[in-house]
């Protein structure tokens, strides 16, 4: 199983960024991908979270409105669109593999394998 994060990088206040979590070694439909962040200093927290089964999505309350999350099942991809960033958004991205229940979806421990992390910068 292996998880690789990309497509982070630097981008002003307001700007869109893509990442990606190219999955292999399973497959997508089998089970859910979370986005984490952690910022210097902080713990880490749950971003957003797509289902394995049926595909539903959840966000935490910072970034709705702001990110989608969304797969590609014939590239065993899933894709983390942000717009409107804040410097706040500024932190190390995750992507995650779990089977998590819809309430403990931002809960780092429900997930087994862990992408590298992206950096993503927001400047003011």
């Known amino acids: 199983v292996q998880l690789q994060a990309s497509g982070g990088g630097l981008v002003q206040d307001g700007g869109s960024l893509r990442l990606s979590c190219a999955a292999s070694g399973f497959r997508l439909g089998d089970y859910g991908i979370g986005w984490f962040r952690q910022a210097p200093g902080k713990e880490r927290e749950g971003v957003s979270y797509?289902?394995?089964?049926?595909?539903?999505?959840y966000y935490a309350d910072s970034v709705k409105g702001r990110f989608t999350i969304s797969r590609d099942s014939a590239k065993n991809t899933v894709y983390l669109q942000m717009n409107s960033l804040k410097p706040e958004d500024t932190a190390v991205y995750y992507c995650?593999?779990?089977?998590?229940?819809?309430?403990?979806?931002?809960?780092?421990?429900?997930?087994?394998?862990w992408g590298q992390g992206t950096q993503v910068t927001v400047s003011s």
């Open positions: 797509i289902r394995g089964s049926l595909g539903q999505t």
């Open positions: 995650a593999r779990g089977r998590p229940v819809a309430s403990a979806w931002s809960l780092s421990r429900m997930y087994d394998y």
